[in-house]
């Protein structure tokens, strides 16, 4: 592999926002951005191997039907790839072996926790342990949020922040975890890197709407305990420049980039340093 940054957006069966992530990607510095359709991965014409950092977009696979992302992640986790003894999801146990970088955004958040990518206790990225169900308020939330990020996450993405503002638009961001003991778990471990708070970024909270969805303990964002798989609700990719911000005609002084480019940048810088 030449010394270049290699992400990998996939999309197909309703992804929407993979032109945005690959977008992001190369704004942060990555060499090669490949929008690759899931089709061209179960034919075997393009491996996960010749990538650093996969990219899961959000979107409405499969039309949400039984649930967001679960028809997409049991498709993830069982279908074959034509010509080769593998399933895709044992190429991507090997991505993640390998040391690689793995962010879902969204829908792609939800595909990782109903796949078990996240949070992954104990290492296994097999076993479901958590979800992302209906909102509280019952409906589809479409609103900017304020995300304290936890200081001592092992997450890779939010090193160095303290606070990031981004956009949802979900109907299913209610975090839930099968049993307490997982809820403790990933408090003590601070996998939940990122929480809903209010804008002075102080504390995380439950009140509606700075909470969207009535996620437990105000989870945004998940990681696994190696920091390098990551999940999150809000959309980092929709505000990677000033005029993405919504009072970016009143508000004076915002930076000419957007924060949730930040959250890419640590990847690439990462997979520079540590992969290359
Ligand atoms: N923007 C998204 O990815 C939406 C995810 C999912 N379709 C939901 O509504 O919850």
Redesign the pocket.
Known sequence: MAKEVRSIVITGN????EREVANACRLAGAEVADIVHIAELLAGRVRLDDYHFLNL?????DG?DLG??KAGANRLRHAPVKGSAESLADQLYRFIEAGKLVMG??????LMVKMGLLPALDGDYRSQTAT?TH?DSGR?EDRWTYLKVDPASPCIYTRGLTGIYLP??????KFLVREPQVLERIEAAHLAALKYCAADYNAPTMDYPLNPNGSTNAIAGVCDATGRIFGL?P?PEAYVHRTHHPRWTREEDLPEEGMGLWLYRNAVDFIRRELL
């Open positions: 309703g992804t929407n926002c977009a959000g979107g409405f696979l949400d967001s992302a955004v969204c829908n792609g958040f939800q992302l909102n589809f949802v638009r979900h109907g299913e961001g609700m959309h």
